[in-house]
């Protein structure tokens, strides 16, 4: 079952703040969002995960809303390198609680 | 910090034989390791599960005794995949989590299995 929402794909300019929504409206009280990127051939990449409060990192911010029910991940200068397929997934934080990937968004970064 | 290594990164073999793929975690101990395979456009799939020095758990569908998991040790887990068949060929990555006080999963770069 998925339980999170993403757009297929997405373009933005290079420089531009890239936006990537995803909506987990069934999100469980403990769950967190987080947010991973797959580059083409290689593992993923773990960027940034958070609770309810919004939460910020060096690669990106997190922006959950009030309801938890959806979240938008922010890159604020994108560059070509940020070209790859963002995963979004709801997780617990306890015990061995797997990670279920969907079929992400896939972000070009257009020069 | 939080820094996975895979070997090998590419192999080629041939069908009927086995292979051994290894994973470690280089500046934190795992005590949960994980295994994906990911087939060409597609995302990735859990096949299990394990802790150090207990039995892997392994997903529905993923055959036990075709694709062996040993986590001996808290930096170190293999996947060996017996009796190799082209359909066995795939993106193999692993993750490990447990290092640095939290749940997160960090990944390994990948082992793209090919079997003739």
């Known amino acids: 079952d998925a339980k999170t929402t993403q757009p297929t794909s997405m373009d933005c300019a290079e420089g531009r703040a890239a936006n990537l929504p995803c909506n987990h409206s069934?999100?469980?009280?403990?769950?967190?969002v987080y947010w991973y990127r797959q580059i083409h051939s290689q593992g993923p990449q773990y960027i940034i995960h958070?609770?309810?409060n919004n939460e910020t990192n060096e690669m990106a911010s997190l922006i959950i809303t009030e309801d938890r029910k959806s979240s938008t991940l922010i890159l604020p200068h994108a560059t070509l390198r940020d070209t790859a397929v963002y995963y979004c997934?709801?997780?617990?934080?306890?015990?061995?609680?797997?990670?279920?990937f969907g079929t992400g968004t896939r972000l070009t970064i257009i020069p | 910090g939080a820094v996975v290594s895979q070997h090998p990164s590419r192999v080629i073999c041939k069908s009927g034989t086995s292979v051994k793929i290894e994973c470690r975690s280089l500046?934190?101990?795992?005590?949960?390791m994980f295994w994906y395979r990911q087939f060409p456009k597609q995302s990735l799939m859990l096949m299990a599960t394990?802790?150090?020095?207990?039995?892997?758990?392994?997903e529905q569908g993923v055959e036990k005794d075709k694709f062996l998991i040993n986590h001996a040790s808290l930096t170190l887990s293999t996947l060996t995949v017996t009796s190799a068949h082209p359909e066995d060929s795939s993106f193999y990555i692993c993750?490990?989590?447990?290092?640095?006080?939290?749940?997160?999963?960090?990944f390994g770069p990948g082992t793209r299995l090919t079997v003739l």
């Open positions: 993750s490990a989590m447990g290092g640095l006080g939290t749940d997160t999963q960090y």
């Open positions: 500046d934190f101990q795992a005590t949960t």
């Open positions: 394990s802790n150090e020095g207990s039995k892997a758990t392994y």
């Open positions: 069934t999100i469980s009280g403990n769950e967190y």
């Open positions: 997934i709801v997780k617990g934080n306890f015990g061995n609680e797997k990670l279920t």
């Open positions: 958070g609770l309810k």
